[in-house]
Structures are given as structure tokens and as C-alpha cells.
């Protein structure tokens, strides 16, 4: 049995209409109880909130204001499908990725996900 230990902490929210850069380090409270466990168990471990804050970055407030169907925290459609994009290439970025035969079409035209420099 194929058992995948994968650690995620997962908060996103728009942090622009906040008056925040979307700096994780600042912006959400650092809780690191998720990465040691995943280390001391030699599980997998990717940071969802940082890979997404990443991607919000990358589009900058103009494009992240209609992935959100609420002021703040509730995504809508199109902000759902980057998220589980994100997801994706998060997935594609482990060393071992045991999901990768059940990909569909879209999902393996994701790039696995590389962290951005700061």
C-alpha cells in the first residue's frame, strides 16, 4: 500500500486588499509544527501558502482581485483553479510524486513549482 505523507499549510487570502505585500514571513503567523513533523517522519513537505503567495506575486493585485469572490478570503472559480494549480506543481516539485499517473491532461502542462528568489 502507497502511502503519501504530504504536509501542507494552506492560507490564502488577499492579503493586497489587506494593505499587505503578500510577504508570508509577515503577513501569516509562522507555524512550523506541520515542516518538523513532515521532517522528523522524512515525509514530503511543500508549503502551499508560500507557493501561492508566490504565484499572487508573480500577478501582482490587478490580477490576484478576481481570483477572490469575497474582499478577502473566499477564492472564486478562476482563484480555485490557480490554487489547485498550485497544488499541482507543488506535486510535480517532490522528488517522488506518486500521483503523477492519475494527472490529467491540464495538470501535467503545469510546470513544477520553483521557489522565486526574495
Not at 504536509?7 to 512550523?32: G, P, Q, T, W
Not at 502551499?48 to 508573480?58: F, G, M, P, T
Not at 490587478?62 to 478577502?72: I, N, Q, S, Y
Not at 506543481?89 to 495538470?107: D, Q, V
Request: charged fraction near 25%.
Amino acid at each position: 500500500m502507497l502511502a503519501l505523507w504530504a504536509f501542507a499549510l494552506l492560507a490564502y487570502s488577499n492579503s493586497f486588499r489587506a494593505v499587505l505585500v503578500f510577504d508570508n514571513e509577515r503577513a501569516i503567523l509562522r507555524d512550523s509544527r506541520a515542516a518538523d513533523v513532515a521532517a522528523s517522519e522524512k515525509a514530503p513537505f511543500e508549503d502551499l501558502n508560500n507557493i501561492i503567495a508566490d504565484r499572487y506575486d508573480q500577478l501582482g493585485e490587478a490580477k490576484v482581485e478576481p481570483l477572490f469572490g469575497d474582499p478577502h478570503t473566499h477564492t472564486s472559480r478562476m482563484g480555485a483553479e490557480l490554487n489547485a494549480e498550485c497544488v499541482i506543481a507543488a506535486l510535480k516539485g517532490l522528488k517522488s510524486n506518486p500521483l503523477a499517473p492519475y494527472f490529467t491532461e491540464k495538470a501535467a502542462a503545469v510546470a513544477p513549482y520553483a521557489a522565486t528568489a526574495k
